[in-house]
T-cell receptor, first 117, second 110 residues
Framework: EAGVAQSPRYKIIEKRQSVAFWCNPI?????LYWYQQILGQGPKLLIQ????????DSQLPKDRFSAERLKGVDSTLKIQPAKLEDSAVYLC???????????????FGPGTRLLVL | EDKVVQSPLSLVVHEGDTVTLNCSYE??????LLWYKQEKKAPTFLFML????IEKKSGRLSSILDKKELFSILNITATQTGDSAIYLC??????????FGTGTRLTVIP
């Protein structure tokens, strides 16, 4: 079974530029998550999708970050304009998204390492 | 405010040693606790714990949850250099969101 795919793996940009990351979840997984992991910290949830709808985006800095999952499969996360403090690894994860109330394992992609200069 | 605290922050041991990693939490709407291993890439899933006192075991790794005292431990016996990684503890709440600790960096010396 193919895992979660992400691209690019690395990106270096200057502050105030824009950047976009792509994620393709495990086939059949309805729930998709984007996390930000700053060096030395655990991943922090940015946004959670259930199919093409947003479940939780309370931690997403909406003035500069946006995400979409238009067809309920792959997703893009965009930062515009980027700041120095956005330097981090951006992880995408997916889970089955089955019955409400049941705990589900999230499976992570390899991440995109972003450096903002 | 939801909180997940891991200790120690880092640990250096010799091959063959046994280690215990700790995770304590204070969250609303607890659903489950998960352990992940993170090397240079994505976190890889180790265990999901939902019930107190039931040990989960996979090879040399084992974990247990205490929902009364709000903590979990991850044990690794007969450590190998391949166990060197960051071990992340996460608590699943609400709509299956994961709230992570900062991780424990384990280094196993040959």
């Amino acid at each position: 079974e193919a895992g979660v795919a992400q691209s690019p793996r690395y990106k270096i940009i200057e502050k105030r530029q824009s950047v976009a990351f792509w994620c393709n979840p495990i086939s059949g997984h309805a729930t998709l998550y984007w996390y930000q992991q700053i060096l030395g910290q655990g991943p922090k949830l940015l946004i959670q999708f259930q199919n093409n709808g947003v479940v939780d985006d309370s931690q997403l800095p909406k003035d500069r970050f946006s995400a979409e999952r238009l067809k309920g499969v792959d997703s893009t996360l965009k930062i515009q304009p980027a700041k120095l403090e956005d330097s981090a690894v951006y992880l995408c994860a997916s889970s089955l998204g089955g019955l409400a109330g049941l705990s589900e394992t999230q499976y992570f992609g390899p991440g995109t390492r972003l450096l903002v200069l | 405010e939801d909180k997940v605290v891991q200790s120690p922050l880092s640990l250096v041991v010799h091959e063959g040693d046994t280690v215990t990693l700790n995770c304590s939490y204070e969250v609303t709407n607890f659903r489950s606790l998960l352990w992940y291993k993170q090397e240079k890439k994505a976190p890889t899933f180790l265990f999901m714990l939902t019930s107190s006192g039931i040990e989960k075991k996979s090879g040399r790794l084992s974990s247990i949850l205490d929902k009364k005292e709000l903590f979990s431990i991850l044990n690794i016996t007969a450590t190998q250099t391949g166990d060197s990684a960051i071990y992340l503890c996460a608590v699943q709440t609400g709509a299956n969101n994961l709230f992570f600790g900062t991780g424990t960096r384990l280094t196993v010396i040959p």
